[in-house]
């Protein structure tokens, strides 16, 4: 069983920066696969935030953050990143990381088959 620990979460000012990893282990072979970030904001459906391929060749990012957020990995140490700036309020929300079904990247949540807990991030407006 895939387990997935995110970390970095926090309360930070509009316009500020925060750095989201996301530590995987057990099961499945973290760099086969594309991954992913969610995220679920009180009361709202969960929404597709960044992808990246299995080797990190192909990135994809929802337009609310695309030039602001940078999703990476380093398969050596099975670790997810997500480098947000320029942080809004209607940034705040659970971000989860998730291990794909696919090596490419995809952007529905029924695609991808393990996630982590969730880490919070507040930016107050």
């Known amino acids: 069983q895939v387990q997935l620990v995110e970390s970095g979460g926090g309360l930070v000012q509009a316009g500020g920066s925060l750095r989201l990893s996301c530590a995987a282990s057990?099961?499945?072979?973290?760099?086969?696969?594309?991954m992913g970030w969610f995220r679920q904001a009180p009361g709202k459906e969960r929404k597709f935030v960044a992808g990246?391929?299995?080797?990190?060749?192909?990135?994809y990012y929802a337009d609310s953050v695309k030039g602001r957020f940078t999703i990476s990995r380093d398969n050596a140490k099975n670790t997810l990143y997500l480098q947000m700036n320029s942080l809004k309020p209607e940034d705040t929300a659970d971000y989860y990381c998730?291990?794909?079904?696919?090596?490419?990247?995809?952007?529905?949540?029924?695609?991808?088959?393990?996630w982590g807990q969730g880490t919070q991030v507040t930016v107050p407006s």
């Open positions: 990246i391929s299995w080797n990190g060749g192909n990135l």
């Open positions: 998730a291990v794909a079904k696919y090596t490419i990247v995809v952007v529905t949540a029924r695609d991808y088959d393990y």
């Open positions: 057990r099961g499945r072979t973290f760099s086969n696969y594309a």
